[in-house]
């Protein structure tokens, strides 16, 4: 069974920081660029950052460059996301996915791209 597992969420002040970490079971998505979203309720699904297969490639959405870092460790079959300088708007449930072609970087920020996702893990940032 394929599953993509999520954890670090919590709850911090502003200026703070968490490292998301995603693991992999089920299947290697070595090849694959993997992608975090995030949705706050009453609103859709965001992309925040992805990156491709083998790290060397990155993305990041406009509201949290600078701040935000994606890395990877294929060995470990996970995904990383740092988040620094988090403030109330970065509240929301935190999922990460694989994209479902290899070695694709098209349309990255797209979650219709994406086949296969975690559960989410909640970040909650207090003013």
């Known amino acids: 069974q394929v599953r993509l597992v999520e954890s670090g969420g919590g709850l911090v002040q502003t200026g703070g920081s968490l490292k998301l970490s995603c693991v992999a079971s089920?299947?290697?998505?070595?090849?694959?660029?993997m992608g975090w979203f995030r949705q706050a309720p009453g609103k859709e699904r965001e992309f925040v950052a992805a990156t491709s297969w083998n790290g060397r490639s990155t993305s990041f959405a406009e509201s949290v460059k600078g701040r935000f870092t994606i890395s990877r460790d294929n060995a470990e079959m996970t995904v990383y996301l740092q988040m620094n300088s988090l403030n109330p708007e970065d509240t929301a449930v935190y999922y990460c996915?694989?994209?479902?072609?290899?070695?694709?970087?098209?349309?990255?920020?797209?979650?219709?791209?994406?086949?296969?996702w975690g559960q989410g893990t909640q970040v909650t940032v207090s003013s």
């Open positions: 089920g299947h290697n998505f070595g090849n694959n660029a």
């Open positions: 996915a694989a994209h479902r072609n290899f070695w694709d970087w098209a349309n990255i920020d797209s979650p219709s791209v994406y086949d296969h």
